[in-house]
C-alpha cells in the first residue's frame, strides 16, 4: 500500500455535529460547522467552491501565455494563468478550462491534456481546480465580463520560475502548474549569477 492510499484510509477523527450557512456569495459559501474533535466540541469555518479549471497555455515558440489582472483581494496586479469558476459544479472540467482559455486570452485549443489537480487552501476551503496544457493555440478572439480587466503576456518559462524563486509570483494555481511544466520538460531555475 502506498503512502497516499494510507491516507485516504484512514479514520476520520472529526464528527460533524451541524452545519450551518453564515454566507452566500457569487462563488462561494461560508459554512460554520460544529465538530467533535477528540472528544470535545468546536467550531469550525468551510469556505465551499463548485471548482473551477486553470490553462496553462504553451504557444509555438514554447513561451507561455499569462493573464494580468486586478486581485482586490491582494489589491494589487498578479500574473496567472488564465483560470474561471465552473459553470455548473458538473460541468467537465475539461470544458471549463476550453472556455476560460478563450475567454481569457484570445486563443482557443483542441489539445488539451490534464497536468495537474489542486486544492488551493486544505485548511478551511474545498476548492478543487484541474489545471490543463494548451498547445496548438489558435488565434480567437477575448470574451471578457463587463468586470473584467485582463492583459494577456507571453513569459519565457525560465522567467517566469525567476518570479516565482523571488517570491514575486505567489498565485498557488499558476505557480503549481508552472513548477509541474518545467518538471515535465526537466528544465529547471538557474540563478543569474552578476560578474
Same mark, same amino acid.
Given at each position: 500500500?502506498?503512502?497516499?492510499?494510507?491516507?485516504?484510509?484512514?479514520?476520520?477523527?472529526?464528527?460533524?455535529?451541524?452545519?450551518?450557512?453564515?454566507?452566500?456569495?457569487?462563488?462561494?459559501?461560508?459554512?460554520?460547522?460544529?465538530?467533535?474533535?477528540?472528544?470535545?466540541?468546536?467550531?469550525?469555518?468551510?469556505?465551499?467552491?463548485?471548482?473551477?479549471?486553470?490553462?496553462?497555455?504553451?504557444?509555438?515558440?514554447?513561451?507561455?501565455?499569462?493573464?494580468r489582472?486586478?486581485?482586490?483581494?491582494?489589491?494589487?496586479?498578479?500574473?496567472?494563468?488564465?483560470?474561471?469558476?465552473?459553470?455548473?459544479?458538473?460541468?467537465?472540467?475539461?470544458?471549463?478550462?476550453?472556455? =476560460?482559455? +478563450?475567454?481569457?486570452?484570445?486563443?482557443?485549443? $483542441?489539445?488539451?491534456? #490534464? *497536468?495537474?489537480? @489542486?486544492? %488551493?487552501?486544505?485548511?478551511?476551503c474545498?476548492?478543487?481546480?484541474?489545471?490543463?496544457?494548451a498547445?496548438?493555440?489558435?488565434?480567437?478572439?477575448?470574451?471578457?465580463? =463587463?468586470? +473584467?480587466?485582463?492583459?494577456?503576456?507571453?513569459? $519565457?518559462?525560465?522567467? #517566469? *520560475?525567476?518570479? @516565482?524563486? %523571488?517570491?514575486?509570483?505567489?498565485?498557488?494555481?499558476?505557480?503549481?502548474?508552472?513548477?509541474?511544466?518545467?518538471?515535465?520538460?526537466?528544465?529547471?531555475?538557474?540563478? =543569474?549569477?552578476?560578474?
Open positions: 500500500m502506498g503512502k497516499d492510499e494510507s491516507l485516504r484510509e484512514q479514520e476520520v477523527p472529526v464528527k460533524i455535529i451541524d452545519r450551518r450557512l453564515a454566507y452566500q456569495g457569487k462563488i462561494l459559501k461560508v459554512y460554520d460547522d460544529l465538530v467533535e474533535v477528540n472528544g470535545r466540541q468546536t467550531h469550525w469555518d468551510l469556505v465551499h467552491h463548485n471548482g473551477a479549471a486553470a490553462v496553462l497555455p504553451v504557444m509555438d515558440d514554447g513561451r507561455l501565455l499569462m493573464v489582472q486586478y486581485r482586490h483581494a491582494l489589491k494589487r496586479f498578479t500574473l496567472e494563468i488564465p483560470a474561471g469558476k465552473l459553470d455548473s459544479p458538473d460541468e467537465p472540467m475539461i470544458e471549463c478550462a476550453r472556455r =476560460e482559455l +478563450e475567454e481569457e486570452t484570445g486563443y482557443s485549443s $483542441e489539445d488539451l491534456s #490534464l *497536468l495537474l489537480n @489542486i486544492n %488551493t487552501t486544505v485548511a478551511f474545498d476548492e478543487f481546480i484541474g489545471v490543463f496544457l498547445r496548438d493555440l489558435k488565434k480567437s478572439h477575448q470574451h471578457l465580463d =463587463e468586470d +473584467e480587466d485582463i492583459n494577456v503576456e507571453a513569459w $519565457e518559462l525560465q522567467d #517566469l *520560475l525567476r518570479l @516565482i524563486y %523571488t517570491q514575486r509570483m505567489t498565485d498557488s494555481k499558476t505557480v503549481a502548474a508552472i513548477l509541474a511544466y518545467a518538471n515535465m520538460r526537466g528544465e529547471f531555475y538557474h540563478e =543569474e549569477r552578476k560578474a
